[in-house]
């Protein structure tokens, strides 16, 4: 038994000791790391460690949550103590019972690959190497006048332990690299691009001067932008965009937000919600993806799940809690690697395929409503013109109903952006409102 895992069992067992019917306690222990270089010197250094607990209480059919960072033995009971004794304080709630331990069976046992040792061996030389060669790359066209660049990587632990026989551990890392570059136009123009990747595994990132490019690349497309049109056209997501996109028509898709009143997927669980180009899978399986997981933080064991299969709603996140208050089986309480079924098609073949119209490659701002679908939205963008992408846009807007637009999805790309556990490609609608000039 792991030392994580040994404290996270003492803690409940405290909590029993202190009058608890049942508990459930998890430790972490985290690290992170990242460095800050800005026109030719390093701005700063960033290291952290930390180590906490965390512990759910269920005392007389009421329930509590508490956390702290001092682990010393003698204060964590007096903590935990004090923490039964509030928990007596509240009003009861028929709903908080801890997980049933069904729920714990057939947990998957395999090989996720969370955690990259080449990571930790990354020196501080190292570190700055990359940040300066990402710093040159980026001030490679003498029209820049300012550029960033970022290395950042973490490691973490943890454990739980509940008093009705779950226990688990984890352990995961990550690392990746940023950068952004600003360019002069003319007298007060300041166009700006930036580009970033994260993963699991330093073998899967590109090299760093490579962002440091791209990131140029997309300050220099800017050069030139005009206010786009006020149209209704076809409008084509680049797929960093698009995990944003979707993000936005995933969010209310939880137990939470139906109970709550605040979802458009109320009542459309088995029901043609999106179009049918839409097929999206929760996979928290995936080896070395950022969602992975081996189980939720209810120690729900893992599986996929579909969410949506040709624009019909087949599963919702539901944890246990409101699951109790709809009547409903829990699935899980929180997305892990979410996967959007890909097309047969690249960029090049889209863009023909359409014609003209709006290629969009960031969203600045705007709002959606998660109870209606209701959304707008700032971009900026290219114009799509003979199937090439064109001048580059922004001032303008995208209005419409995120269920209505995701039903004018025509096209999915073959091209997934792989710095998310969102894995996006690029998506076509069809008949899609702008505002502008």
Sequence with gaps: MSELLQSATAAVEMARKAGAQDAWASLSRDRSVSYTYRDGKIEKVEESTSRGLGISLYVDGRYSSHSTTDLRPERLQSFITEAVALTRALQPDPHRKIPDPSLFKDRPTTDLERNDPAVA????????????????????????????????????????????????????????????????????????????????????????????????????????????????????????????????????????????????????LGQPLFGDKLTITDDPLIPRGLGSRHFDGEGISAKRMPLIERGVVKNIYIDTYYGRKLGMAPTTGSASNRVVALGDKNLAELLTQAGSGIYVTSWLGGNSDSTTGDFSLGLRGHLIENGKIGAPIGEMNVTGNLPALYRSLVAVGNDPYPYSSLRAPTLVFQDVQFSGA
């Design 121 to 268: 061996r990354i020196t501080r030389e190292q570190r700055e190497a990359w940040c300066a060669e990402m710093d040159a790359r980026a001030h490679a066209d003498k029209r820049v006048i300012s550029a960033e660049s970022g290395l950042f990587s973490g490691e973490s632990q943890g454990a739980s332990a509940s008093s009705n026989g779950f226990s688990g551990t984890w352990d995961g890392g990550y690392v990746g690299y940023n950068c952004s570059a600003t360019v002069r136009e003319g007298e007060d123009k300041r166009p700006e691009g930036s580009a970033s990747a994260v993963g699991r595994w330093l073998a899967g990132l590109p090299e760093p001067g490579k962002i440091a490019d791209k990131a140029l690349g997309r300050a220099i497309e800017r050069l030139g932008s005009k206010k786009g049109p006020t149209i209704r056209a076809t409008m084509v997501v680049d797929p960093e965009a698009a995990v944003s996109l979707i993000s936005r028509a995933l969010g209310p898709g939880s137990a939470a937000a139906i109970q709550q009143g605040r979802s458009f997927w109320t009542g459309k």
